[in-house]
């Protein structure tokens, strides 16, 4: 990051830079938020559906566990969450 210290202030010696990293985060930040709701529409979809029995688990939240690598905690977040979506 180019600054320059002037009289006890940082200014940014190129501003274009700085918004153009805002600009990059922000439309991230809008691309993550669409995938998660597509994500938790298909955990729904999973869910209603049991395809997580014939993996032999004991919900979808056990399977989401097991198949991504995260917490049952945040497995069952992501399911709750999912379902209270679509009411």
């Not at 597509?38 to 004991?58: A, I, M, N, S, T």
């Not at 945040?74 to 679509?86: N, Y």
């Amino acid at each position: 990051c180019s600054m320059i210290q002037a009289a006890g202030k940082t200014e940014h010696a190129d501003l274009q830079v700085g918004i153009d990293l805002g600009n990059r985060i922000a439309a991230l930040a809008e691309r993550i938020s669409v995938s998660e709701s597509e994500f938790l529409r298909y955990v729904y979809e999973f869910d209603q559906g049991r395809w997580w029995e014939p993996h032999h688990k004991r919900s979808c939240a056990h399977w989401l566990s097991w198949r991504l690598g995260i917490s049952l905690v945040t497995a069952r977040e992501k399911v709750r969450v999912a379902r209270a979506l679509q009411e």
